[in-house]
């Protein structure tokens, strides 16, 4: 893998709920915007915010799964500032809320690692 797609990923991996922007991505590893999502889509098959975006919806599945944490706090936690938006995205990938994920308790592997 690219070693500027790893510093990313290691970067993401460290601080995912910063509030990082596509712009702060470049400036880690010198790279321009258009240069830096083509090498991250070649390696990953995303662009570096949708890994971002998938990264943190991960996180806050776990969280839910393994805190009494309320939603808008997992929402917070998991770099959201828009509690609907987080529940929107959240439901867009895992096709249920927030709350009915939990309640669930351990989902299937199938609904977990969707990757559309």
Do not use: W
Request: hydrophobic share 35%; with cysteine.
């Amino acid at each position: 893998m690219d070693r500027r797609v790893s510093r990313i990923i290691e970067v993401i991996n460290q601080g995912f709920a910063d509030k990082f922007s596509e712009e702060m991505m470049c400036k880690c590893v010198n790279l321009s915007a258009a240069r830096l999502r083509q090498l991250f889509r070649k390696e990953t098959g995303l662009s570096p915010l949708q890994y971002l975006k998938r990264h943190r919806m991960k996180k806050a599945a776990k969280l839910l799964l393994t805190s009494f944490l309320s939603i808008k706090e997992v929402a917070f936690r998991s770099g959201s500032s828009d509690v609907s938006h987080f529940v929107r995205d959240f439901k867009k990938r895992y096709g249920m809320t927030p709350s009915r994920f939990r309640s669930l308790g351990e989902p299937s592997p199938k609904g977990f690692f969707r990757t559309e």
